[in-house]
C-alpha cells in the first residue's frame, strides 16, 4: 500500500506576509492531519521572497504542536548551511517535544544564490563535505558513547529519522550506500526521477535503519471539482516557476483563467517541463493520474505538493486529493 504526504513551502502570497502564510501553513497541516496523511514537510529556501519557512525547524515546531498525530519534518533542511552539530540539537529538541513524530530530511544544495550562501557563512565547497556531514549528524543522532568529546543535549539517543533528499544521482547514490531512505524531488526536478530510483534500489545496502530501500517521490497536485478549475489553480505555481527560471522569484500570484496572457511561449514550455509529473483536475483525474504515477514509479510513499493561492482552495485541493487516493 502506497503511503502519501505533503509537502508545504509555506507561501507568501501577493497581498499577504509572512504572518499570514505561516497561519496558513498551519492551517494546512491540521487539515493534512485530519485527513489521513502520514507527514507534513517542509522546505528550506532563502532570500526567497514568496516562501516563509526559512528558519524552517522553528516552523516544524509549531506545526507539530498544533497538530496531533501527523508526522512533521524537514524536506529538507539544507546541510550544507549548518553545522551538523546545531542540526542536530534543533531536531534532538523537536524530538524531545514531540516523541516519534519528526523526519529529517537533509539536501545536499545550499537551497539559494551564492551571495546569499556567502551571508550565511556558509559556502559551496561545504556541499562536497556533505557525506561526512551526514554521517556526523548520524553520530549525534545516535546513542552517546563512553569517550565521546562533543554530545548534543538534546539530540543524543533520539534517532530521528534522516532522509536523504536529491533532484539528481549522487543523494540516490549516497542514501543507498548508506541504507537510508531517499525522496526524490520530481515536483521541480522531474528528467532523473526514474534513474535516481533505479540507482538507489541497485545500489542499497542494509544498515541498522533500513534492511529494505524506502523511497518518496513528490509529484504536484491541483484538485478541485472540475477539470478546468483545478488547471486554473495550477496557474499561481505556473508563474512561480516561470518567475523562478527568470531569476526573478516574488510573491505568489493569484490564479489567470488564461496563462499565455501572463507567461510568453518559452517560459510556459519551461513551466511545462517541470510539471511532467502533476496531477491536476478533478477528482477522478486526480485519482488516475496519482495511480500511474504509483505504479510507474514503484515507490512507498508519493508526497504531494501544489503552491495553491487561496487557503480555501489550497484545502478543499488537499480533501478530494484525500478522497482520490482511499481507494488506492
Known amino acids: 500500500m502506497t503511503d502519501f504526504s505533503v509537502l508545504d513551502l509555506s507561501p507568501i502570497v501577493e497581498g499577504g506576509d509572512a504572518s499570514r502564510a505561516l497561519a496558513e501553513t498551519t492551517a494546512y497541516a491540521q487539515a493534512a492531519d485530519r485527513l489521513g496523511f502520514k507527514r507534513f514537510w517542509l522546505a528550506e529556501h532563502h532570500n526567497m521572497p514568496g516562501i516563509a519557512s526559512s528558519a524552517t525547524a522553528v516552523v516544524i515546531g509549531h506545526v507539530a504542536g498544533a497538530t496531533k498525530t501527523i508526522r512533521v519534518g524537514s524536506g ?7 553545522a551538523p552539530l546545531v542540526i542536530a540539537e534543533q531536531f534532538g529538541t523537536l524530538a524531545s517535544l514531540y516523541p516519534d513524530r519528526i523526519d529529517l530530511g537533509l539536501g545536499r544544495a545550499p537551497g539559494t544564490d551564492g551571495e546569499t550562501a556567502r ?30 568529546r562533543v554530545t548534543a543535549w538534546p539530540g543524543a539517543g533520539t534517532k530521528v529519522p534522516i532522509w536523504l533528499l536529491g533532484s539528481s544521482l549522487f543523494s540516490a547514490e549516497l542514501a ?6 531517499f525522496a526524490f524531488a520530481s515536483h521541480f ?18 544498515s541498522k535503519v533500513l ?7 513528490v509529484i504536484n497536485v491541483f484538485a478541485a471539482e472540475t477539470d478546468e478549475a483545478a488547471q486554473r489553480l495550477s496557474t499561481s505555481m505556473q508563474q512561480a516557476f516561470a518567475a ?5 522569484p516574488g510573491r505568489v500570484k493569484p490564479p489567470v483563467d488564461d496563462i499565455t496572457t501572463v507567461l510568453d511561449p518559452r517560459q510556459i514550455a519551461a513551466v511545462q517541463s517541470r510539471l511532467t509529473y502533476a496531477a491536476i483536475g478533478g477528482r477522478d ?16 510513499e508519493v508526497m504531494v505538493t501544489g503552491m495553491v493561492f487561496d487557503l ?6 488537499l480533501e478530494i486529493t484525500a478522497e482520490a487516493v482511499a481507494g488506492l
Open 76 to 82: 529538507g533542511i539544507m546541510l550544507p548551511n549548518h
Open 119 to 148: 551571508a550565511l557563512r556558509r559556502y559551496f565547497e561545504a556541499a562536497d563535505q556533505f557525506p561526512r556531514d551526514v554521517l556526523e549528524l548520524q553520530a549525534f543522532l545516535d546513542d552517546a558513547v563512553d569517550g565521546q
Open 176 to 181: 543507498a550506500h548508506l541504507g537510508l531512505p
Open 189 to 206: 526536478a522531474p528528467e532523473l526521477l526514474m534513474q535516481a530510483l533505479k540507482t538507489y534500489r541497485a545500489g542499497f545496502r542494509p
Open 211 to 217: 534492511d529494505q530501500p524506502h523511497s518518496l517521490a
Open 244 to 248: 523562478v527560471v527568470t531569476g526573478k
Open 285 to 300: 483525474t486526480v485519482r488516475d493520474r496519482l495511480a500511474a504515477f504509483a505504479n510507474q514509479t514503484g515507490v512507498d
Open 312 to 317: 480555501n482552495d489550497r484545502i478543499r485541493s
